[in-house]
């Protein structure tokens, strides 16, 4: 397939600006398999020191071909280029693996909205590290991000079975979720009042328990520079080692707000660094989340938008600055939108820091999903020659084309 040079010099101008990293390959994968559009990605982490496809991208891409009986081409360690053809989703037990450290909560980004739309229910068993740099711990997952999601109208169990740790990883989480007709859009503007500062500082394996009471201690003598009227209650944590694989330390700080907002501040430890420097990092990092006056932190903001998308009706959030990665998501949601796949689908800055995301279509890819499976069954193999022709022009107009994604 060959790319007219008005589509390439505008979506190669686009692309340059978005995140070169794994996000475009969650993002648009998940979308893909929603929406039943092939999808061919090009020149993977091309900018990257280890440039192409990492085990947890691996790995990822492979329970999504899963969960739908798709087809993937090129998917192998260092791979460049991958083509994606889905089908319909369906439900069951399935698993992922890095064998790495690589995260499990990145398993779970890209998944996630996936089995929303299954045939039935979903038993997720993603293994690798629960706790890694360069992506959520698992305790933000638990604590910040399920909460705050289940608001679009959906349950979803997270079982930590295992933690695992850089470098081995080792870790295993089981999520466990039922389909859902539709999701209802979410308002998140109105951020109130802190009323809880909470958190947990942990350690495993071989460190001293006195490394999550030194943490914990240095993140709330920061805190209280700032914040003095309430108790900030972090509890030092020694992992179980029937629960633990490897060695690790790290802490997580939440702060609940009289609007059930929630926002978190976190940090791993690394071998030479001072256990007060881990506590004041992720205390530094919950304040600066608590100055910016959004109703989101700076990492749940971008998690949210596929969930945006796919909510029948006008979801609203308040945030800080736009991250970068939050900038990659609204684009793909906004490009698939041209496709016509929604009635309607709308990304408006109504304020500094204030999204608003609106969607026509009740039932999300769902019902796109379903529609294009009825338009198969009643055409025969000529005219079904011709649907994917029509897909394939789709995927042009929507930004799927390889020279457009740049992850």
């Not at 790290?250 to 702060?255: E, R, S, Y």
Request: one cysteine or more.
């Amino acid at each position: 397939m060959v790319l007219g040079e008005r589509w390439w010099s505008h979506y190669h101008e686009l692309a340059l600006t978005l995140d070169k990293g794994g996000q475009i390959l969650r993002v648009s994968t998940a979308l893909s398999c929603l929406l039943g559009l092939p999808l061919r990605v090009q020149k993977i982490r091309a900018g990257r020191s280890t440039p192409g496809l990492r085990p947890q991208h691996l790995s990822g891409l492979e329970m999504i071909r899963d969960l739908c009986d798709g087809q993937l081409e090129g998917a192998e360690i260092g791979s460049t280029e991958i083509i994606f053809t889905p089908e319909k989703i369906k439900g069951g037990i399935h698993t992922a693996d890095t064998k790495t450290a690589g995260s499990v909560c990145l398993l779970m980004q890209v998944s996630m909205p996936c089995v929303l739309f299954a045939a039935s229910p979903s038993e997720l068993r993603l293994k690798g590290g629960t706790n890694a740099e360069m992506a959520p711990q698992i305790d933000y997952t638990a604590m910040v991000f399920k909460p705050i999601v289940e608001k679009f109208g959906f349950q979803f169990n997270c079982d930590i079975k295992m933690r695992g740790y850089y470098p081995k990883g080792g870790g295993e989480v089981i999520v466990r979720m039922s389909p859902v007709k539709q999701l209802n859009p979410i308002n998140l503007t109105d951020r109130g009042s802190v009323t809880k500062i909470y958190g947990r500082a942990f350690v495993a394996g071989v460190l001293p328990f006195k490394v999550a009471k030194d943490m914990a201690a240095a993140a709330v003598r920061c805190i209280r520079k700032e914040i003095r009227d309430l108790y900030v209650n972090i509890q030092p944590v020694q992992e179980p080692k029937d629960q633990a694989f490897g060695n690790g330390n790290g802490i997580i700080i939440i702060a609940e707000t009289s609007t059930g907002c929630l926002f978190a501040g976190s940090s791993l430890g690394k071998r030479g660094v001072n256990a007060d420097k881990v506590g004041i990092e992720a205390a530094e990092m919950l304040l600066a989340n608590l100055r910016h006056g959004g109703a989101v932190d700076e990492y749940l903001q971008d998690q949210l938008i596929i969930f945006m998308a796919l909510a029948c009706g006008v979801s609203r959030i308040k945030t800080g600055p736009v991250t970068l990665h939050t900038q990659t998501a609204i684009h793909f949601a906004e490009q698939l939108a041209k496709s016509g796949i929604w009635d309607q689908l709308r990304c408006v800055v109504l304020a500094p820091g204030v999204l608003s995301l609106q969607s026509r279509q009740p039932l999300g890819g769902a019902t796109v999903i379903s529609r294009l499976e009825r338009r198969k069954h009643k055409q025969g193999e000529q005219q079904e020659e011709g649907e994917a022709s029509s897909l394939l022009s789709r995927e042009l107009d929507v930004g799927l084309h390889p020279k457009i994604l740049r992850s």
